[in-house]
């Protein structure tokens, strides 16, 4: 046994050995685990079994012979973040734009600008950058807007970025909104979805992007009758970017109208819509994706992310990264940015009067980021939660580390206190994807070297094209 504070890497090669079989098992013992499972919630000195993919058990003095056993005393386990919108193909990009403003500003430096001479390889490099990141901050599973689907190579790229990288991604895809392209989409999700995503059980998902409007974009990119129906005749789910203010308002109004909106349906931000169309979003079921940081640091429309609207709605949302162009990548900064704007929001709304406010808590906002999550981007049956019968998409977390120490409250903990450096190990799917505070399987001097050529390129290709 070993403690998870020093998860050693002879308990990683039992665990690698044991890959090819599938009655593998690994038992976690003595942690303090955060199920997000309502109907188990937090559970003290307890043990979790994995086997194979699956979670199998939880609870105190779980008897599993010949598993590989990891000492978690003094850690908390919890599910891998869910994230559930991210541009991930910019990241070689990341923080190129910190004091970024206005959406405006975005679009003509990012979408009309340096997407329109990425690569292939480009697509691979700054997809797989973001996904090996997101591993590396807890994120699980990622739903990856790939919104620069140039031509099919470049789709082709950034969904083997995803498979390469061991995350559980969501290839969400949708053709550029500016420069030249092969005009394939949205007809090449036939030939992607029966090239990557015909098998079962697998990693990777499929959905449809779009856009709100044809504000931004032009109309072959707003979502309607003919892209719900491309999407219905797929199987898949749509991811719907730019839901904001008044034209939105309307474009939902009419989505509900045409009985497009549900379930399989994401609207992205959702910032600034009418209580009309909210009564729509929540009547039909359609799920919601804030993203806390990009609303609020980019001031999209009201600036304010729509957390309260939507649970006014009856929608449980889910959070997303967005732009790492200008944003964070991690989890941690979304929920600890919209649990203290929220908070903000509700008391400042009553200060002066008698009224109590009505605040979200931590634990809410790891509900979000999780199992909210996971239910957003079509996946609450797999993942999102440690309930027994699901994926082993699991966090163990440090707790007696010195930014931690003492273990108070496990959900406060990691939702306020936790960060990258705390995240011992990182599983996918039963597999091990960090170990020991170290995401496994990546060459970081090569890893380097890639993405410091690709943001070369790309930044020397548009210089010259606008010079």
Known sequence: ??????????????????????????????????????SLGVLTGADLLVEGETISALGPGLNADGAVVVDAAGAVLTPGFVDTHRHAWQTQLRRIMPDVDDLGAYVMSTLAGYATVYRPQDMYVGTRLAALTA??????????????SRTAEHSDAA??????????????????????WDEQWPGDLTRLKDRYFAGQGQLLTLRLAALATDEIAGPDFAYGPALARTAKELGVGVSIDAVFGAPSSEAVLGWARDGILGPDVTLIHATGLTREAWKAIGDSGTTISLAPAS???IGLETAIPAVDEALAAGVRPGLSIDVEVALAGDMFTQMRTLHAIQRMRAVNAVHGTARQP???TTRDVLDFATLQGARTNGLRDVTGSLTPGKKADLLVMRA?????MPLNDAVGTVVLGCDARNISAVLVN?????????VLDVDLPALRDEVHASREYVLNSLARSVG
């Open 1 to 38: 046994m070993t403690s998870c504070g020093t998860t050693s890497a002879a308990v990683l090669e039992q665990i690698r050995r044991r890959y090819a079989d599938p009655a593998r098992r690994i038992l976690f013992t003595g942690a303090t685990i955060v199920t997000m499972d309502p």
């Open 159 to 180: 969904v083997q970025a995803l498979a390469d990288s061991g995350i559980r991604g969501v290839h969400a895809s949708m053709g550029p909104h500016f420069g030249d």
């Open 358 to 360: 009505r605040r979200i």
């Open 295 to 297: 609303d609020a640091q």
């Open 135 to 148: 591993i590396d901050s807890g994120i699980t599973c990622m739903l990856d807007f790939s919104h620069n």
């Open 400 to 404: 007696e580390d010195l930014n931690n």
């Open 430 to 438: 039963g597999r091990p994807r960090k170990w020991d505070g170290r």
